[in-house]
Nanobody, 121 residues
Framework: QEQLVESGGGLVQAGGSLRLSCAAS????????MGWYRQAPGKQRDLVAR???????NYADSVKGRFTISRDNAKNTVYLQMNSLKPEDTAVYYC???????????????WGQGTQVTVSS
């Protein structure tokens, strides 16, 4: 079974930057779409950015121009570079991966443990 390990969260002032990492480890699997979601207390978990295996990206309107998602398939890792951070970016950020364990043909989704990002005013 694949496991996702997140890192890179922390406390920064408005206008600062953070880089989140999410590494997949475990049994052999095919990693398809990888992405980042975030959830603030009392609110639903929403998409931040997503990247396909081929490198096509998609961003929430609120982060376009400020955040950049990327992946390193050799390292089974997805990154989220966050620049010009705002207090409204404060949330727990979760890595999300669509994958298939060999030899299964069924694709499923797993989540990371979450990493806290806090942006002070």
């Amino acid at each position: 079974q694949e496991q996702l390990v997140e890192s890179g969260g922390g406390l920064v002032q408005a206008g600062g930057s953070l880089r989140l990492s999410c590494a997949a480890s475990g049994s052999i699997a095919r990693l398809n779409d990888m992405g980042w979601y975030r959830q603030a207390p009392g609110k639903q978990r929403d998409l931040v950015a997503r990247i396909t295996r081929g490198g096509t990206t998609n961003y929430a309107d609120s982060v376009k121009g400020r955040f950049t998602i990327s992946r390193d398939n050799a390292k089974n890792t997805v990154y989220l570079q966050m620049n010009s951070l705002k207090p409204e970016d404060t949330a727990v950020y979760y890595c999300n991966v669509k994958l298939r364990d060999y030899p299964s043909v069924i694709e499923y989704t797993i989540w990371g443990q979450g990493t806290q990002v806090t942006v002070s005013s």
